[in-house]
């Protein structure tokens, strides 16, 4: 085992196999994410078959990391695996591997919690970044505004009361017929469309701090696909009606994360999560940070999709696990909760 060697990064929480390594420095030598299609024909994740999934892909994947990275077990300081929060088989599947690698090379294990590596990744990339920092993590399961005051260290100030952001779009899309994940032809379809055809209502709970709520949105995207679909409503461009839906689900979390970044005078903004990947949430918060004198550190693509690299950089600056055989999964893990095996509290 290297003292100061890289860390190998696993992430198995949902839908996506993913193994990265990590240098000391934080260069991430190797970022290799698989995403399951076999959830295509059910319309959604199915929790046992991403287990299975993982099993069968993940020593390739971790394979291909090291093979990348020209790096061999023996150079690494550690493995850092998500714990947490996520689907409890497809976690104790990444959990398991990880463990029985680290007992049986000697080296280090790391548990850590998948949100907290979403709101490193600006710090990834933009090691520049100056403290504190507002995120906005956003995905199928997540809608959280995080301030990061410093690695490792956060507050949570904002949440969904209900449905997800990620859920809402690909519950929508999936009305429309468009296959799982439905988000990102959402984001294909919507981008050249126009935005202003169709008012979408927006929950803003103005007053009551920065929690979210997208089910409202969802209801009433439903009931208007409806009417149109059955002639109580005139027909609409199809790209259209996305843009308008799109925008009402980003114009809600864009109105939250400027607010809370202008009411606690944080200037440097971000967002992290599969739904930052979508070009019009992306687009949204660049405009709005220019509006407002705003630093916004946007990740590339590959790194708001689950990925390992995350996992990784965090296990940099995290301790490990003094008894590596009883690291547990914790599928309701909070954001700055304490890790105590044996619970998600």
Known sequence: MSAHGPILGIETSCDETAAAVVSPDGHI?????????????????????????????????????????????????????????????????????????????????????????????????????????????????????????????????????????????????????????????????????????????????????????FSGVKTAAAQDWSDRRSGKKPEVNLSDWAASFELAVMDALCDKLFRAAIDLKIRTISVAGGVARNRRLRNMVDEWARREGLRAVIPRGEWCADNAAMIAAVGLYQNACENPSLTDAFPNWGLGKPYTTGSDK
């Open 29 to 213: 030598l190797s970022n290799i994410i698989f995403s399951h299609t076999v959830h295509t024909a059910y319309g959604g994740v199915v929790p046992e078959l991403a287990s299975r999934e993982h099993a069968g892909r993940l020593p390739s994947v971790v394979g291909q990391a090291l093979e990348k990275a020209a790096v061999g077990w023996g150079d690494l300081k550690g493995i850092a695996v998500t714990a947490g929060p996520g689907l409890v088989g497809c976690l104790l599947v990444g959990l398991a591997y990880a463990r029985a690698a680290a007992r049986a090379r000697g080296i280090a294990l790391y548990a850590v919690n998948h949100l907290e590596g979403h709101a490193h990744t600006p710090a990834m990339e933009a090691p520049d970044i100056e403290y504190p920092y507002l995120v906005l993590i956003a995905s199928g399961g997540h809608s959280s505004l995080v301030v990061v005051e410093q690695p490792g260290h956060f507050r949570e100030i904002g949440r969904t009361r209900d449905d997800a952001a990620g859920e809402a779009l690909d519950k929508v899309g999936k009305l429309m017929g468009l296959d799982y994940p439905a988000g990102p032809q959402l984001d294909r379809i919507g981008h050249s469309g126009r935005a202003d055809t169709i008012s979408f209502p927006r929950a803003r709970f103005d007053g009551q701090g920065y929690d979210f709520s």
